[in-house]
């Protein structure tokens, strides 16, 4: 993502729910590339789109032209396969998030156990770094996940906000005290926190107000409420609740 000051909190819209309505009745439209030029317009600091191995909503092409159109940096979700690190490879995109994905899950269900895949992920991390690929590790906000992220040498981690969002009283403040400590561990180590998933104007701002966290990707909340306001206004609305939060 861009440059920021010091204190800036950098919003990564997530597109895939573009290409999931588009590619319900296998149409042009609506282009995911023309939400991201549009998101840009309204403030996103970056753009993130992730190509599942099942292709269920973005496609090969739509990085493509991503890589090739964006004015703001791009962030390709990836699982930890060689496919998509040739792909990745191939594109350079400005960073790449490896996220845990299974063919039957609905949407991400949860962080991706680096503590447990290290040999796996080693030489991914390595292959991107040296392609000047900021890569991000999506992860629960957990301690063992953040000494993974830095044993493998990863610069930033993205902490699952999935499961703060599904809680409520006192185990959904049980959770934010997770993930709010997992960011302040990631700094103590040198690592960029970032956070994400299941994120909506209801809930974003307890997040957002976690002083560490330099950077939120958002997206199906975001995608279906332009259904209603034009994605330009949901998205200057979550930037300002941002804003607001620091
Ligand atoms: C990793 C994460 O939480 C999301 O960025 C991911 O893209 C969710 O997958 P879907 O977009 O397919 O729901
Ligand atoms: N990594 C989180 C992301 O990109 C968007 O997740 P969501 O807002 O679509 O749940």
Redesign the pocket.
Known sequence: MSVSTANSLRLGV?I??VATVRNARGSGYPDPVRAALLAAEAGADGI?A?L?EDR??ITDDDIARLSAELPIPLNL?MAATEEMLAIALRHRPHAACI?PEKREER??EGGLDAAGQHNHLAPMVRALGEANVRVSL?IEPDPRQIEAALSLGAPVVEI?T?RFCELAGEEQAAELRRIADAAALAVKNGIEPHA??GLTFDNVVPIAAIPQIREL?I??FLIGEAIFDGLAPVVRRMRALMDEAR
């Open positions: 997530n895939d729910h993130t992730h599942r269920r909503h979700e996220v949407t991400t999506f699952h999935g994400g998933h990707n997206g199906h």
